[in-house]
């Protein structure tokens, strides 16, 4: 498969770029995905020892991949404890 594409890329260098672009944007995403399944603290792996670690987050952890104008380390925590 690799080789038909680098072939097809000599044959119409005007290729080049979308390849560049769709591999690129194939990596982000699996990057993402892999965040995601890391990171996220609604994805759990491990249930025995940690059953519920959404519970385990301080109002001051940030999850979020991208907050506008929120400074997490100045919220003030707003829930009960469970």
Same mark, same amino acid.
């Given at each position: 498969?690799?080789?038909?594409?680098?072939?097809?890329?000599?044959?119409?260098?005007?290729?080049?770029?979308?390849?560049?672009?769709?591999?690129?944007?194939?990596?982000?995403?699996?990057?993402?995905?892999?965040?995601?399944?890391?990171?996220?603290?609604?994805?759990?792996?491990?249930?025995? !020892?940690?059953?519920?670690?959404?519970?385990?987050?301080?109002? !001051?952890?940030?999850?979020?991949?991208?907050?506008?104008?929120?400074?997490?380390?100045?919220?003030?925590?707003?829930?009960?404890?469970?």
């Amino acid at each position: 498969m690799l080789r038909h594409i680098l072939g097809q890329a000599k044959k119409h260098p005007s290729l080049i770029p979308l390849f560049v672009f769709i591999g690129a944007g194939g990596g982000g995403a699996a990057l993402y995905l892999l965040r995601l399944a890391l990171f996220n603290p609604d994805v759990r792996w491990d249930k025995k !020892n940690n059953p519920e670690p959404w519970n385990k987050l301080g109002p !001051n952890d940030q999850y979020k991949f991208y907050s506008v104008n929120v400074d997490y380390s100045k919220v003030k925590k707003e829930r009960p404890d469970y």
